[in-house]
């Protein structure tokens, strides 16, 4: 029977601000609007904590965000599948992925603090 512990390591970024010009309605692409993007990956811990290789770059991870923040989208759907996407190609070794993103203040009726766009990603399981 083996000692070994099993540990499932998570990485984040959360609230990361970006100016883009995301929107359905043309006015959108032409004023812009703040938004929050978050970020949340997990993966089995190999042991080795300090081997950037062992682990998800959160560096990469915002790179990530400000170029796809930057290709401006009608839909937020495209823009969290798109990052969520290059997530998972650059870590295929991630056992879930998720990212969102909140836009501040939307241009609509009332007073509205952010709307909100989420997608998760669970591995397959490997087959033995």
């Known amino acids: 029977m083996s000692s070994a512990n099993s540990y499932i390591q998570t990485v984040a970024l959360r609230d990361v601000k970006c100016f883009a010009l995301h929107g359905w309605y043309p ?13 949340v990956v997990t993966f089995v811990h190999t042991g080795d904590t300090e081997n950037l290789n062992h682990t998800v770059n959160y560096e990469v991870i915002n790179t990530i965000i400000l170029e796809e923040m930057q290709n401006t989208q ?3 759907e495209t823009v969290v599948k798109r990052i969520l ?3 998972i190609a650059h870590y295929p070794f991630v056992l879930t992925a998720q990212a969102g993103i909140r836009k501040m203040n939307p241009p609509m009726p009332g007073e509205v603090g952010h ?4 997608l998760s990603y669970t591995a397959p399981e490997k087959q033995a």
Do not use: A, N, P, W
């Not at 032409?30 to 970020?39: A, E, M, P």
């Not at 709307?115 to 989420?118: A, P, Y």
């Open 27 to 39: 006015e959108e692409h032409l004023t812009g609007i703040y938004f929050l993007v978050d970020v």
């Open 74 to 76: 009608k839909m937020l």
């Open 85 to 87: 996407d290059r997530v």
């Open 115 to 118: 709307s909100f766009v989420q």
